[in-house]
């Protein structure tokens, strides 16, 4: 064996445990390391959890409240199953809101084709617990039904549930949809494709079914085909989704918008309307909201107080002038709400909007024009509007405004617009409008934070989303100013101001490459991205990301459970993979279907030009908004790409089972005992492994979240180095 072929060894045995989830706790918060020891629910010391010495605390006291003797069958697996709150994968295995679970979902026999759990000859977990404790007397068990309210009486499981396959038909749940189970030791996690990322996509094939181009796509509450779109110039327009394969294009008619907002004259004409987002009860009560960018110098009702104040510690009269000769605060970042025109009865079937404001819900002046954001997303679990706002628009973010606890610059903002504030909330905690503050937002934990904040450091966010198969993930993409366009996994509280950490440390990788280290000093790194290159400065200016969406579509069962993001002015794709809490991900093309209902302009610089944003319809399928037009993903084989059986996704272990496995160790032992024997020769070329990455000190040049050694590949216009695939995803190419 050559030293050549060893880091592809090393990549296919660090790769070969891949599967679907990412740590993440039932608050929302991200995993921490504890430097103490659990008592109840004592963790092995390595990596975080998500208890701490309270909720450990409030565990055994749950668990003292069952009147169960320590030490018996059944004891150990209820305990067991208490503590599973505290794994990293708590989230998935309890869900979070509306969709949270009292009991872990249990690997059962029904997963175990599925399922990565280990095989145990007293059978599958879910099963265990039903032999065992089926005729065991719990007190205020958590195994009762939702509907059955806890009476403090002792119960026993066949009270409840007549069999075995009742009772873990409830709390196994289907290997369908469910990407983790709970083995009475761990997590183990589903690799069927209705959870985990499908074999690597050979290409994304789209259609174009409109030459409009627009900012925002949002689906319309309703359920239906229909959808909302807008421009920056401040039209949102009502249109009809055309079905996939009928040759149809998109049915707007651009001369009767569903609400003009540029004749209200709250919009400047530089930079207007930025995104619109519709209440969860829309199709029965009409509400809807509008963010929007305007210039107190061109317009009356453009007002606000400034972001930069007393409060944060900043004097906007020693800030001086933007390049755009924009004084401090001149413009206002505002949100403002508004009401479809409709009888009460049929709202959904309205065609246009009362031009009228009904109330303004937030405003701030921004300190400079650029870096403002202002996307506006409804929480799926939880029914709360998410603000996403920039650090303000200096480079560098010299006055600190993203990690600025009181500041709202460079946040995620967490807000209540179903209920007004009372006048004593306005004064206390001096909020910027016309909301109130959920209760569980992080600042109940940081009385330094303001209340409105849900997680912080962020430079520029553009474009983020829920997935919606895991509604409780939130993945962002920052345009940051720096060589490097990232993708981060949002939790409550967390910071994501990584940039001057990671220039500290002055290290040779990426910063997603930390993505599951330790943080350091409480900063959440990004967990994907690209690098822009360094040859060229000025590269840097026409380098920005576009973050997308999960991929749970039916068109293409390749992309499934694939992130997809962009960069605007390049128009190249990625799509990320979730490893059990490790990312990567790779370029991939675009195409043009020649059954497409409209001719895609192949004589551009690629068929789409600018991408602006990603849009995603009730039937999930995800769409680019471009300059050149609006396209929907279609079925790959359309384009010539290959059509990958999702089916191969059924098997866990790689071709070759367990003996496969272990004939890779056997190999590994043996490289591993030549490059002992010849340690003295490496030592200029050392490299390591890093879970399902393969990282080298010296003479690489790192890409995406993979490597190669020497030259970097040939960039596309815009000066971007896109992803080295790894050998085991060039299948298809």
């Known amino acids: 064996m050559s030293i050549q072929q060893l880091p592809l060894l090393l990549i296919l045995v660090c790769s070969s445990f891949i599967h679907g989830a990412s740590p993440l706790c039932t608050d929302s918060r991200a995993p921490v390391v504890l430097n103490v020891t659990l008592k109840f629910c004592p963790t092995d010391g390595g990596g975080?959890?998500?208890?701490?010495?309270?909720?450990?605390?409030?565990?055994?006291?749950?668990?003292?409240?069952?009147?169960?003797?320590?030490?018996?069958?059944?004891?150990?697996?209820?305990?067991?199953?208490?503590?599973?709150?505290c794994n990293p994968f708590s989230a998935d295995l309890f869900g979070i809101g509306s969709t949270a679970r009292i009991v872990p979902l249990l690997c059962s026999s029904s997963s175990a084709p599925n399922y990565s759990q280990p095989e145990d000859p007293r059978g599958y977990y879910c099963e265990q617990v039903w032999k065992v404790c089926k005729s065991t007397a719990i007190s205020n068990s958590p195994f009762q039904p939702i509907n059955v309210a806890l009476t403090g009486s002792a119960s026993m499981l066949t009270d409840f549930w007549h069999s075995e396959n009742d009772f873990c038909a409830s709390h196994s749940g289907t290997s369908h949809n469910q990407s983790v189970c709970f083995n009475g030791q761990g997590v183990s996690f589903n690799a069927r494709k209705d959870s985990s990322p499908s074999p690597t996509p050979t290409g994304v094939c789209l259609e174009k079914i409109g030459n409009g181009s627009y900012l925002n796509m949002a689906a319309h509450p309703d359920g239906s085909n229909k959808a909302f779109f807008s421009r920056?110039?401040?039209?949102?327009?009502?249109?009809?989704?055309?079905?996939?394969?009928?040759?149809?294009?998109?049915?707007?008619?651009?001369?009767?918008?569903?609400?003009?907002?540029?004749?209200?004259g709250h919009?400047?004409?530089?930079?207007?309307?930025?995104?619109?987002?519709?209440?969860?009860?829309?199709?029965?009560?009409?509400?809807?909201?509008?963010?929007?960018?305007?210039?107190?110098?061109?317009?009356?009702?453009?007002?606000?107080?400034?972001?930069?104040?007393?409060?944060?510690?900043?004097d906007p009269s020693k800030l001086g002038s933007d390049k755009n000769d924009a004084h401090p605060c001149q413009y206002h970042l505002v949100i403002s709400e508004y009401s479809a025109e409709g009888s009460p009865s049929n709202v959904s079937e309205a065609t246009y909007a009362d031009p009228s404001e009904v109330r303004r819900v937030f405003s701030m002046g921004l300190p400079y024009v650029s870096n403002h954001a202002g996307q506006l997303l409804f929480g799926p679990t939880d029914g709360y509007l998410y603000l996403f706002t920039g650090n303000g628009g200096i480079r560098g973010d010299p006055l600190n405004f993203s990690q600025n606890k009181k500041s709202l610059l460079g946040k995620i903002m967490r807000l209540n617009i179903d209920e007004l504030p009372e006048l004593n909330e306005v004064a206390n905690l001096s909020i910027w409008g016309n909301y109130t503050i959920p209760k569980d937002n992080p600042y109940a934990d940081d009385s330094n934070l303001r209340p409105e904040i849900w997680a912080l450091g962020l430079e520029n966010p553009w474009r983020c989303s829920f997935d919606s198969g895991r509604p409780f993930h939130l993945y962002c993409a920052d345009d940051v100013q720096d060589q490097y366009k990232v993708i981060d996994l949002i939790s409550k509280g967390g910071n994501y101001g990584w940039v001057r950490v990671y220039e500290d440390q002055h290290v040779g990788y990426p910063p997603w490459a930390a993505q599951v280290t330790k943080p350091t000093q409480g900063i959440i790194f990004p967990i994907m991205g690209y690098k822009v290159s360094s040859s060229a400065s000025e590269n840097m200016e026409s380098a920005s990301i576009v973050g997308g969406y999960v991929y749970r579509g039916a068109a293409d069962p390749s992309l499934y459970g694939r992130y997809l993001f962009a960069d605007m002015y390049t128009s190249a794709m990625w799509t990320g993979t979730d490893g059990s809490g490790k990312y990567t991900s790779t370029s991939i093309p675009l195409r043009c279907s020649k059954k497409t209902p409209i001719p895609c302009d192949e004589s551009a610089n690629g068929p789409l030009g600018l991408i602006f944003s990603f849009g995603e319809d009730n039937?999930?399928?995800?769409?680019?908004?471009?300059?050149?037009?609006?396209?929907?993903?279609?079925?790959?084989?359309?384009?010539?790409?290959?059509?990958?059986n999702p089916a191969a996704t059924d098997v866990v272990t790689p071709s070759g089972g367990s003996n496969r496995i272990s004939a890779l160790m056997k190999v590994l032992v043996t490289v591993l005992?030549?490059?002992?024997?010849?340690?003295?020769?490496?030592?200029?070329?050392?490299?390591?492994?890093n879970n399902t990455s393969f990282y080298c000190n010296e003479n690489v040049q790192v890409t995406n979240n993979n490597t190669m050694h020497g030259d970097s590949p040939s960039g596309k216009p815009g000066g971007i180095e896109f992803a080295i695939c790894m050998p085991e995803e060039r299948r298809g190419r």
């Open 48 to 85: 975080g959890g998500c208890c701490d010495s309270a909720a450990d605390a409030a565990l055994q006291e749950q668990f003292d409240a069952m009147g169960m003797k320590p030490g018996r069958a059944c004891a150990r697996l209820v305990k067991s199953i208490l503590c599973s709150k």
């Open 232 to 264: 920056q110039d401040g039209k949102i327009w009502l249109a009809t989704l055309p079905e996939p394969g009928m040759q149809d294009g998109l049915q707007i008619d651009e001369m009767s918008p569903f609400l003009d907002l540029a004749t209200e």
């Open 267 to 314: 919009l400047s004409s530089d930079l207007g309307l930025v995104d619109l987002a519709f209440h969860p009860d829309f199709a029965n009560n009409g509400r809807f909201f509008v963010s929007y960018i305007c210039d107190g110098t061109q317009s009356p009702n453009c007002t606000g107080r400034c972001s930069c104040d007393q409060e944060v510690e900043c």
């Open 619 to 644: 039937k999930l399928d995800v769409f680019i908004l471009a300059s050149q037009g609006t396209y929907r993903i279609v079925q790959p084989i359309l384009c010539g790409y290959a059509d990958l």
């Open 673 to 689: 005992s030549i490059l002992t024997a010849s340690v003295a020769s490496l030592v200029a070329w050392r490299c390591f492994c």
